[in-house]
Nanobody, 126 residues
Framework: QVQVVESGGGLVQAGGSLRLSCTASELTFRGYAMGWFRQAPGKEREGVSCISWNGPTYYADSVKGRFFTSRELVKNTVYLQMNSLKPEDTAMYYC????????????????????WGQGTQVTVSS
């Protein structure tokens, strides 16, 4: 059974930071590209970042320079470090796994990913 589990969400003031974690079963994690998505109420789920199995990363324009994704293979964990948070970053954040080794050109398309976590809520107060 493939499992992806997010953690680390919470309530933070604008300008603050949070780090989200995503753990996945080894079968999923090694050799997979891992994406972060978010979905605010009434909005479409949007791609935030993607990290290839060996490190290259991609970001949405809205988070470039503020969010950083990394992975720790030994722990089967992917992180999303979120800095300078804004109220508009408030959303449910999801981690997802793509069987391809590398983030594709369509990395921000949710259909690219086969496995999803349940999400973790991030709320940024003004």
């Amino acid at each position: 059974q493939v499992q992806v589990v997010e953690s680390g969400g919470g309530l933070v003031q604008a300008g603050g930071s949070l780090r989200l974690s995503c753990t996945a079963s080894e079968l999923t994690f090694r050799g997979y590209a891992m994406g972060w998505f978010r979905q605010a109420p009434g909005k479409e789920r949007e791609g935030v970042s993607c990290i290839s199995w060996n490190g290259p990363t991609y970001y949405a324009d809205s988070v470039k320079g503020r969010f950083f994704t990394s992975r720790e293979l030994v722990k089967n964990t992917v992180y999303l470090q979120m800095n300078s948070l804004k109220p508009e970053d408030t959303a449910m954040y999801y981690c997802a796994a793509d069987r391809d080794d590398y983030c594709s050109r369509s990395w921000s398309d949710r259909l690219q990913y086969q496995y999803w976590g349940q999400g973790t809520q991030v709320t940024v107060s003004s």
